[in-house]
């Protein structure tokens, strides 16, 4: 693909977020039903094993994921990819699988020596980690070549297709978390066959084409970034493991499993679809055009997202608990302010990573994996201190602080010429709509309304209403950026 033909960030955003809306939809079909078939305690238990899933494919993929986006040969031809196949794909996608089978021995070691009733969920959970890791790597290369509309397609139909397996199974067969997994398994696997045979179509796999040069210079970047998505992943998952140790019991993990769930469910249309978009575009720009060229294209981001983030964080605040009342029932009360609070830190971080974002460009992996490491060691202190003291509260207040602590050390440690933040103008403009509407809404009480359904509507009427109309009459940027990008759209151009 020509550089002139490749869309920009805004369209590869409009597909993720079309895509991530598509994903949410899922999700507001399983959730209600799951949190009703499902006790606060077997989401505990899924909640607990989901953490070991992602820790041991982030550890098996020794970062192959982030070499395979870095190390995509965008020049070179036919040779180049063939090399890339065998050296980024072929050669990571065994050491995987002999690190696969190693683990498989350990755990029937361990089980046999010391037998769990969760056993069979730990046996599923192995078998789903060769189907996950294959997903990511082929999802890697759709990233490489700016193909989001692949990506989209895969990460729709995956949800999709998970949610149908498990909620036939749950109410069908297992109403309990070795239900949930024997859908997630059928449905990785159904992905997996379809996705193998794009890849071979397209990327030679040959043992000959390897270069063990090249290859162990893809270990040495993605390593660095295989450690800093295990402090990633203890970072956002470690209070799990650590709640259920403290206060010996899975409930507590289902509370927060519940609220942090549909938070992540949530923000994904936010930051999912607009860290894909940004980074595979400005790892070509950087690439192609040079520093000057990512932080222009930052600059537009930054402009138009500070409107996005500010409008998302007035709905939290005013309706964020109605939301989760309105999926879960009066009886998940518990997880409502937790859904809150980590939709908000989420939503922070979506506009902060943007502002944050350079590293990676520079092939800077151990920093990021250093800055990783140092949050999720002082997310750990706080959870020792905050669990006991506040209980669920706790692990949720310990990830909000350790999170703020990351975003201002990645601002510090990014490099000068891709260093930026919102204009200055705009952020003034956004926080005093906010503040006028959230001051209609709390001084109102939302006109008296009760109901979770109405509240949620009306909130998002005074949103559009007397936030986004006024901030396109008071921002000529804004306005500006809306047009051009719908112009390219009608011409074709994106």
Not at 36 to 48: A, D, H, P, Q
Not at 94 to 122: E, K, N, Q, W
Not at 331 to 354: M, Q
Request: glycine share 10%; aromatic share 10%; hydrophobic share 55%.
């Amino acid at each position: 693909m020509s550089s002139t033909a490749r869309p920009g960030i805004a369209t590869h955003y409009l597909r993720y977020t079309t895509g991530n809306v598509l994903i949410m939809l899922a999700g507001f079909v399983s959730f209600p039903i799951m949190t009703r078939l499902l006790s606060n305690t077997e989401y505990g238990i899924f909640g607990v094993f989901d953490t070991w899933l992602l820790i041991l494919g982030g550890l098996f993929k020794l970062g192959a994921q982030h070499s395979i986006v870095r190390f995509y040969p965008h020049r070179g031809g036919k040779g180049a990819l063939a090399r890339f196949g065998a050296n980024f794909l072929l050669l990571p996608a065994l050491c995987s699988m002999g690190l696969l089978l190693l683990a498989t021995i350990a755990f029937g070691i361990y089980s046999a020596v010391r037998p769990s009733p969760h056993d069979t969920i730990g046996w599923i959970v192995l078998a789903l980690l060769l189907p996950s890791m294959c997903i990511s790597y082929v999802t890697s290369v759709f990233m490489a070549e700016e193909r989001s509309e692949l990506s989209v397609r895969v990460s729709v139909g995956t949800r999709w297709l998970e949610m149908f397996a498990v909620i036939g199974i749950i109410y069908f067969l297992e109403r309990n978390a070795l239900g949930v997994y024997l859908g997630r398994l059928l449905a990785a696997v159904a992905i997996m066959l379809g996705l193998v045979v794009w890849l071979w179509r397209r990327v030679p796999l040959r043992w000959r084409d390897r270069d063990i040069e090249s290859w162990f210079a893809g270990v040495r970047y993605g390593v660095p970034m295989m450690a800093n998505e295990l402090s990633a992943v203890l970072l956002t998952f470690i209070d799990r493991l650590m709640l259920r140790q403290m206060l010996g019991a899975y409930a507590p993990v289902g509370v927060y499993t519940i609220g942090y769930g549909l938070a992540m469910n949530i923000s994904s249309m936010l930051n999912a679809a607009l860290g894909a978009a940004y980074t595979q575009v400005s790892v070509r720009q950087f690439e192609t055009e040079g520093p000057a060229a990512v932080l222009r294209t930052k600059r537009a981001v930054l402009h138009v997202l500070v409107y996005v983030i500010a409008a998302m964080l007035l709905g939290l605040i005013t309706v964020g608990s109605d939301a989760l009342l309105l999926m879960a029932g009066h009886d998940k009360a518990g997880s409502a302010p937790v859904f809150v609070l980590i939709s908000i830190n989420y939503t922070l971080g979506g506009l902060l990573g943007i502002c944050n974002a350079g590293l990676v460009l520079y092939k800077r992996s151990g920093v990021i994996f250093a800055m990783t490491f140092g949050a999720m060691l002082l997310n750990i202190a706080l959870n020792l201190v905050w669990i006991p003291r506040f209980g669920v509260m706790g692990a949720v207040y310990a990830t909000f602080a350790s999170s703020i602590g990351l975003s201002v050390a990645g601002y510090l440690l990014c490099p000068r010429d891709l260093r930026a933040l919102p204009d200055a103008r705009a952020t003034f403009i956004a926080c005093a709509l906010g503040l006028m509407v959230w001051l209609i809404a709390r001084l109102t009480g939302l006109f008296g309304l009760t109901s979770h359904l109405s509240r949620i509507v009306v909130m998002f009427g005074l949103v559009l209403v007397l936030f986004g109309l006024p901030a396109l009459a008071l921002d000529k940027r804004l306005r500006d950026a809306l047009l051009d990008y719908w112009r390219k759209r009608r011409a074709g151009g994106l």
